[in-house]
């Protein structure tokens, strides 16, 4: 099982990038948002999911390797692909549109639109990766998306942050925010409660 790569960019393309480790090339499929983040040269270190498949007629196996720069991203596609009916190709979908974090405070709080923006989900497969991923998700800590939280961050500034990736007002999520602190203040929720209870009051 190969879990990351370690190496020299050679050539970064439309959906995937060759990394060069001690002198093999590895073609790994990656989202367009990891692609974006990527330098055109120098060393790169990326979290890969390994994928085989293989023919039932011919009996031919096809080996893919999935490139994320963070863990949380390759956790994330990791559970969309196991819900039935999302393939790689539209779980590479779906990571590529939308940051690790959106996606998961999405499925939290159901928001099918997000997911049925996606080529390839329709209402019926946003509802199962909804109703699939939910209870797993839930209590997860939010994905960072790489960014490294400092100890000053607060419940508040994480789901602020959160609210707006989300497209909400930052002046209307702060006030909806606040109300919902007061309320709880005797018995403050998690970070994932907080988006639901805000998201309510907006």
Do not use: W
């Not at 709080?109 to 946003?126: F, N, Q, W």
């Amino acid at each position: 099982m190969i879990d990351s790569l370690n190496g020299e960019v050679l050539d970064v393309a439309q959906d995937h990038v060759t990394v060069d480790c001690h002198g093999v090339g590895y073609l790994v499929h990656a989202p367009a948002s990891t692609l974006a983040q990527l330098p055109r040269q120098g060393r790169v270190r990326l979290h890969v999911h390994y994928a085989v498949t293989v023919d039932v007629r011919s009996g031919s196996s096809d080996h893919r390797l999935f490139g994320f720069l963070h863990r949380d991203d390759r956790q994330l596609f990791r559970r969309l692909i196991e819900v039935q009916g999302v393939s790689a190709t539209i779980g590479m979908g779906i990571m590529g549109v939308r940051t690790a974090q959106e996606i998961h405070t999405a499925i939290l709080t159901g928001d099918e639109s997000m997911l049925k923006g996606v080529k390839g989900i329709g209402p019926k497969l946003a509802q199962r990766i909804i109703a699939d991923l939910q209870g797993k998700l839930s209590g997860v800590p939010l994905p960072s998306g790489g960014v490294v939280m400092s100890p000053g961050n607060t419940l508040k500034t994480e789901a602020l942050s959160a609210l707006i990736s989300l497209g909400v007002d930052r002046m209307k999520a702060e006030r909806a925010l606040n109300t919902v602190l007061q309320d709880r203040s005797s018995e403050p929720p998690s970070v994932e409660e907080l988006i639901k209870l805000t998201l309510k009051n907006l």
